[in-house]
């Protein structure tokens, strides 16, 4: 290589990240068993301050077990040990953990069973995506109710947590990053 050809950028010299890469896994939001009878659907879109989509995001989703078990099943990523390829979910155990890329559209969609969480049932959501040094910490309520988290907030801001029910067994929760409206994200010491 002459002294004036430069070699091409590797992800190690430009600027992440690069979420859509690796860490998306096929069906990491169907959490819910295939026919599962008490499926939900949370679904939504995730929008910059300016409430542009955001088609490069990265969601983490936990939450506890319908019977409020917190300990989930091991089996989102599991691989085939012959192949090392992707062998997906069993089918059978609920494991309490999705992952899901955002569409071009900023659009996110999460097939899972109903919390039991004690008091309001709420999915827990981490946010990763471009411009974010340190990815965010949210929640997903169902329902609206007495919980300490959502008591401290004043209503304007209690509201960008709570989910609308739309058709049956379908919720909708809008994530918004920065600006007007911008959901309430947790810190964690």
């Known amino acids: 290589m002459s002294t004036t050809e430069r070699p091409l950028p590797t992800p190690a010299h430009t600027i992440g990240p690069f979420y859509g890469h690796a860490l998306p896994f096929p069906g990491g939001g169907e959490i819910a068993p295939p ?15 300016a409430g542009a989509p955001v088609p490069d995001a990265l969601l983490d989703f936990w939450q506890a077990a319908p019977d409020g078990s917190l300990s989930g099943a091991p089996g989102s990523l599991r691989r085939d040990p012959s192949t090392g390829g992707f062998l997906g979910r069993n089918g059978v155990d609920f494991t309490g953990f999705g992952r899901i890329a955002t569409d071009t559209d900023g659009r996110y969609a999460l097939r899972t069973l109903p919390p039991g969480n004690a008091g309001v049932p709420y999915i827990a959501v981490c946010v990763f995506a471009r411009g974010l040094t340190h990815h965010l910490f949210t929640r997903a309520y169902l329902a609206d109710g007495t919980d300490p988290l959502l008591d401290a907030l004043p209503d304007e801001r209690r509201a960008t947590l709570i989910a609308s029910a739309g058709a049956p067994r379908t919720y909708r929760l809008d994530i918004r990053l920065q600006g007007e409206g911008e959901t309430v994200f947790l810190e964690f010491p």
């Open 35 to 49: 026919g599962h009878p008490d499926t939900i659907t949370l679904h939504g879109h995730v929008l910059d301050g």
